[in-house]
């Protein structure tokens, strides 16, 4: 799945978070979501990223037991995308629950429920990088 699908994806997925807190009138998610987010991406760009040394390091010995040169060059493309999607993600976070909590901000309910989503979005796209990372583990693990 490319970048800017994943985007539309996870901010689609943001959106049906909002609207089915709002059909059974709870905002758990929210209220979660605005005070643990940064922490749980920056736990999760610490794990995936010592995961991710982990798998490159396999790579690096299947390498040398079948002298290849570098059949894994997309792979470690990918891994390194991941690693600044992570951090854009920390920085999108910041951006949106700084604004959401702004007195200016809340004159504008529509501007409110797209910050929603977005803080939403940020969550469901970290989800998918972290099941990116898992599933790159198990391939390793597969790769004879």
């Given amino acids: 799945m490319n970048t800017i699908t ?3 994806a996870s901010l689609g997925l943001g959106l049906l978070a909002q609207i089915s807190q709002d059909a059974i009138m709870s905002h758990y998610f929210n209220t979660f979501l605005e005070a643990n987010l940064v922490n749980l991406l920056v736990a ?17 010995d299947l390498l040398d037991k079948r002298n290849l040169e570098d059949g894994f060059a997309k792979t ?3 891994m390194l995308l991941a690693i600044k999607e992570q951090l854009a993600l920390i920085v999108l976070s910041i951006i949106f629950l700084t604004l959401i909590t ?8 529509n501007l409110i429920l797209l910050l929603k989503c977005g803080i939403a979005g940020v969550f469901v796209y970290s989800m998918h990088i972290l099941y990116d990372t898992a599933k790159s583990v198990l391939i390793i693990i597969d790769y004879k």
């Fill in 6 to 8: 994943r985007v539309f």
């Fill in 44 to 60: 999760l760009l610490a794990v995936n990223s010592a995961t991710m040394g982990i798998v490159l390091t396999k790579i690096r």
């Fill in 76 to 78: 470690k493309q990918q």
């Fill in 102 to 109: 702004s007195p200016y901000v809340t004159l504008y309910p």
